[in-house]
């Protein structure tokens, strides 16, 4: 059986790709790199593919908002091939700049009713953009990128980071389905290590099924023990780094 096919998304201004094509070919699949418009001119080129990722970077320069004109190519080009990616189980993966754009694609996070987003990413509100590790808590639930993990230390670099929702009164509903999985913990001082406000302290949420996850931490950062800051003495440095595990349970899940 051949391993799991990952379609690594790119655009102009996406920088993340090559990284997260190696963790998913660590993680043993296949992956393959295809800039947006070439899937726009053969959108079956997904139905080889068992996962589909948006990496980070900065599409088309973050031009309007974080993500804006990668969503809209993927809604006004793509709409029907992600729908059926998604529907036929594929799993989908947005980092950074991938889950910005997934809240505007309508493939997470958006009202059951109207098909509006129930959240959007807004500026830190520190009005930086933030470059640094942060700890992470996990609660999977049905989360199929997060199984078995509890905990991450991450790196993270942003500017438009801060999870909102459209209505407060969603959080309460939305952690109680499971549809947040990943918040920002605490450090050795009792510090939140939340980086940009988020409400909640959320970094990731996912949709009901769980297949569909978008985060703001880079996993492909830490694929090595050797990329954590301060590894020497801490880390065995032949180990894989923390965020090698979302890209297995991703592999495992499609084998």
Known sequence: MLSPRALILRAPGTNCDHET????????GIARRLHVRALAE?????DDCQILC?????????????GRIFALELKTRLADALVRFRDRGGLVLGICNGFQVLLQTGLLLTDPASGSPQASLAHNTSGRFVDRWVRLNCTPGPCVFLRG???????????????????????EPLRAAGQ?????????TGRSTNPNGAVGDVA????LTGRVFGLMPHPERFID?????AWTGRLDPAAPGAGLALFVNAVKAMA
Request: proline fraction near 9%; charged fraction near 20%.
């Open 42 to 46: 053969r959108p079956a080129v997904a």
């Open 204 to 207: 990731g949420a996912c949709d």
């Open 54 to 66: 948006i990496p980070g970077g900065f599409s088309y320069g973050d031009d309007i908002a974080s």
């Open 21 to 28: 094509a190696y963790a998913f070919e660590r993680a043993g």
């Open 225 to 229: 023990a050797t990329q954590y800051p």
């Open 149 to 171: 993990v509890d905990h991450l230390e991450l790196p993270v670099a942003h500017g438009e980071g801060r999870f909102v929702l459209r209505d407060p009164a969603l959080l």
């Open 180 to 188: 947040l999985p990943l918040t920002y913990a605490t450090d050795d």
